[in-house]
Nanobody, 123 residues
């Protein structure tokens, strides 16, 4: 089992940047595909970015491609989401999650979830 804890959220102006971190417990972190999702009030939880167990494959939602970068450090059991050129529509609670499936984009394919961190982008 993996426990996930996100951090790094906050309030930022449009055009600014934030880096989210997700710290994982457990010895098998490097076995998992890791993903970031977000959920705005009244909306479904949407896929943002994913990264393979080795970090060699990354994939993104079209809405964040070119602005967000996902990375991981298996030695530190941590996955990151670097968010640049933030827009008000990026405002949401951001969640990290772990999956055994490769290139997973659907929330149903993720087994473990963090509690989320709020990101608010002001215009």
């Amino acid at each position: 089992q993996v426990q996930l804890v996100e951090s790094g959220g906050g309030l930022v102006q449009a055009g600014g940047s934030l880096r989210l971190s997700c710290a994982a417990s457990g010895r098998t972190f490097s076995s998992y595909t890791m993903g970031w999702f977000r959920q705005a009030p009244g909306k479904e939880r949407d896929f943002v970015a994913g990264i393979s167990w080795s970090g060699g494959i990354t994939y993104y939602a079209d809405s964040v491609k070119g602005r967000f970068i996902i990375s991981r450090d298996n030695a530190k059991n941590t996955v990151y989401l670097h968010m640049n050129s933030l827009k008000p529509e990026d405002t949401a609670v951001y969640y990290c999650a772990a999956s055994f499936s490769s290139s997973s984009r659907s929330p149903s394919q993720y087994l473990y979830w963090g509690q989320g961190t709020q990101v608010t982008v002001s215009s």
